[in-house]
């Protein structure tokens, strides 16, 4: 059953290299997609979407209130609307897998300490610091240690939720639940619950998450 | 700064510095930090005869880059980032320089008082064994009097994503009446500025610490839990 909660007005922009739309609607989540308004409650950027997105209005959105989620390149936008909040190190994310670090106590009692992420294709956004806090942070020694991969910035009485990987084809199910509890702690902050609680709400089998970390 | 007489009580203390890929935003305010710590320190002579500080970075590994020196006799680091947050290399760094530095005063006939290590971190540890490591090294069971009775004070400063749960496993002793206690910044608190506090608070326990030698009874003293501006303090164990 869908879930129909006026107070979760959520529009999406159209997808791109990302879909979060096929993420939210995994969920029975409803949406509606992006058409230049912002008179929502959460808004999701997809990677690689040709939608328009005023980034004056943006910061506007979050300003007042609104929980705003973007993806690896739409990070342009964040770069645009929030200049003093992200410092993003160019596009050059090469192709593999890295060991990343759950940051988030909430979400690591659920995914484990370490899960494996997959960049299946080069030239992904690299997001050097922010003035907030990793939910997930790379463990790889090297080029991208203890970079963060997932973040949660808080702005004006709204946050930005920003990911450097997202929804694609070829996807692990440790990746999809992941993006699966971004989704949840994003509503869970929003609306001053815990993930379980929200994933309750939507009849969402946390146990079957937790199983699909462990496998 | 004169060289103490044999006999004398030298403090040690260590500062242990995240320098992981994190950190990168606030090694400029951490620089500051130290320079401005060494300056505070050196400031009385008598302190700067009585303590001596070394400098231990960590990130994937650890090194030391001020080995225990009085401070007046230190050249101030310019400290760089990069790397994972990695806890357990610092205390393995820490326990192999401690124990060669006490063998090395103790052969210049100086007495030395416990060790006392400020530990900085903006996160959460990279490596899960980290925990293990302390233990292994440098835990204690006044109980059983197995472990290292040569167990460190640590006092724990953690800002950004550094949490309570994590601070409280590396803040020592968990026993007696000289609790650790480790600080938490508060949300929202600027990290430079939380920095700068930090600096100012080891300081003025390390001065502290120094001066209760001149009263016969010396001991650490820790900042108190109120004392830094953007951070809680609280005890363990």
Same mark, same amino acid.
């Given at each position: ?15 791109? =290299? ?35 997105? /005023?980034?004056?209005?943006?910061? /506007? ?42 940051? /988030? ?23 050097? $610091?922010? $003035?907030? $806090? ?30 450097? =990987? $997202? ?19 994003? #509503? ?20 079957? #998450? ?6 | ?12 203390? !260590? +500062? +242990? ?14 620089? *500051? ?51 994972? &947050? @990695? ?33 900085? &971190? ?20 006044? *109980? ?19 949490? *309570? ?6 803040? !020592? ?8 206690? !480790? ?27 120094? +001066? ?8 650490? &003293?820790?900042?108190? @839990? ?12």
């Amino acid at each position: 059953m869908a879930v129909a909660d006026k107070r979760r007005k959520i529009y999406v922009t159209s997808p791109g =290299f990302d879909d979060i739309g096929q993420v939210l609607r995994s969920m029975n989540v409803n949406y509606e997609p992006f058409s230049g308004s912002y008179d929502c409650s959460f808004l999701f950027i997809n990677c690689g979407t040709s939608d328009r997105v /005023d980034p004056r209005k943006l910061a /506007d959105f979050v300003d007042s209130g609104g929980c705003l989620y973007v993806s690896d390149l739409a990070g342009d936008r964040l770069e645009l609307a929030f200049p003093e909040l992200f410092i993003f190190d160019g596009n050059g994310g090469k192709a593999g897998e890295i060991d990343a670090l759950v940051v /988030d106590r909430e979400l690591r009692e659920i995914s484990g300490r370490i899960i494996r992420i997959q960049f299946d294709m080069g030239a992904w956004k690299v997001l050097r $610091h922010c $003035h907030g $806090h990793a939910i997930i942070r790379s463990a790889n020694p090297g080029v991208y240690a203890d970079l963060p991969v997932m973040v949660s910035v808080r702005r004006g009485r709204g946050m930005i939720f920003y990911t450097c =990987f $997202h929804n694609r084809a070829q996807q692990s199910a440790q990746e999809q639940r992941m993006l699966q509890l971004l989704v949840l702690k994003q #509503i869970s902050i929003a609306e001053g619950v815990s993930v379980a609680q929200v994933g309750s709400s939507l009849g969402v089998q946390m146990d079957e #998450i937790r199983r699909d970390f462990r496998r | 700064m004169s060289q103490p007489a044999a006999g004398q009580v030298v403090m040690p203390f !260590y +500062l +242990l510095c995240d320098v992981s890929g994190s950190m990168w935003v606030d090694i400029p305010a951490l620089n *500051a930090g130290i320079a401005q710590l060494q300056s505070d320190i050196m400031r009385d002579p008598v302190v700067d005869d009585l303590t001596m500080l070394s400098i231990i970075t960590f990130a994937d590994t650890a090194r030391t880059v001020v080995p225990l020196s009085f401070p007046t006799e230190i050249q101030p680091p310019t400290l760089t980032s990069g790397g994972l &947050t @990695n806890f357990g290399p610092a205390f393995r760094e820490f326990h192999r320089v401690f124990e060669a530095d006490r063998v090395r005063l103790k052969s210049e006939g100086k007495r030395i008082f416990r060790p006392c290590v400020f530990f900085l &971190t903006d996160g959460e540890p990279t490596d899960g064994d980290y925990a293990q490591v302390f233990a292994s090294l440098l835990g204690f069971d006044p *109980a059983t009097r197995q472990g290292n009775a040569r167990y460190p004070y640590v006092t724990a400063f953690g800002f950004r994503e550094a949490t *309570a749960e994590t601070m409280a496993t590396i803040t !020592y002793p968990t026993f007696g009446e000289k609790r650790g206690r !480790y600080f938490l910044a508060r949300e929202g608190a600027s990290i430079s500025d939380v920095l700068t506090h930090i600096a100012g608070a080891i300081a003025t326990s390390v001065v502290g610490s120094a +001066l209760s030698v001149s009263s016969g009874t010396p001991q650490y &003293t820790p900042p108190a @839990n109120d004392a830094i501006a953007g951070m809680d303090g609280s005890y363990v164990g």
